[in-house]
């Protein structure tokens, strides 16, 4: 799949097949994560991937939207040094290009996906064991969708706002 018609045509997939993910496409997932661009290549970021059925489960207690991280095939935990006040807020923009990367390498080989935002860092710490000064945000659901059909639905009506109201040409 091209990449523009990836971007264009990517759905948000919440429900999942059992089929597992071969490795050989879940590596190709991750290595385009990792090819992200970053600040100053500093690449600071780690990836966690999780299988184990019962870790998944515990995995989707970790925000309030995580509900379907209990039903993918697989997980990737997204984990960055934490952010303080002082710190550099491009951590979170590289972290959002490598999420970006998974997701559309995903779609191109059609697997779904969908991000959780962790609001419990503490369970999320003591479920994937993380170091203290460091920070998950996101955490990757990954697998088939459960309705084939997800991968060609068309768009929502209306789910795109107009060019018009967000684009300004030379100033404001």
Same mark, same amino acid.
């Given at each position: ?16 097949? %059992? ?8 590596? #190709? !997932? ?17 990836? !966690?991937? +999780? =299988? ?9 207690? +970790?925000?309030?939207?995580?509900? =379907? ?9 997204? +984990? #960055?040094?934490?952010?303080? @006040?002082?710190? %550099?807020?491009? !951590? ?22 969908? @991000?959780? #935002?962790?609001?419990?860092? @503490?369970?999320?710490?003591? !479920? ?5 000064? =460091? ?16 991968? #060609? ?14 684009? =300004?040409?030379?100033?404001?």
């Amino acid at each position: 799949m091209e990449i523009l018609e990836a971007i264009r045509t990517m759905r948000v997939i919440r429900r999942f097949s %059992p089929e597992p993910i071969p490795a050989e496409l879940l590596d #190709t !997932i991750i290595r385009a994560g990792r090819h992200a661009g970053s600040s100053k290549n500093l690449q600071r970021w780690a990836f !966690i991937v +999780v =299988h184990d059925r019962s870790t998944l489960e515990r995995l989707s207690k +970790v925000g309030a939207f995580a509900g =379907h991280v209990a039903g993918a095939t697989v997980a990737i935990a997204l +984990v #960055t040094p934490a952010v303080g @006040p002082n710190d %550099p807020w491009s !951590i979170m923009w590289d972290l959002g290009r490598t999420a970006q990367n998974m997701t559309l390498a995903a779609w191109s080989l059609g697997i779904g996906s969908v @991000p959780a #935002t962790v609001y419990d860092q @503490p369970l999320a710490r003591s !479920i994937l064991g993380y170091p203290e000064d =460091h920070w998950c945000e996101y955490i990757l659901s990954l697998g088939y969708p459960a309705d084939p059909s997800d991968l #060609t639905r068309s768009p929502k009506a209306g789910g795109r706002r107009p060019l018009d109201e967000m684009l =300004h040409d030379e100033r404001w």
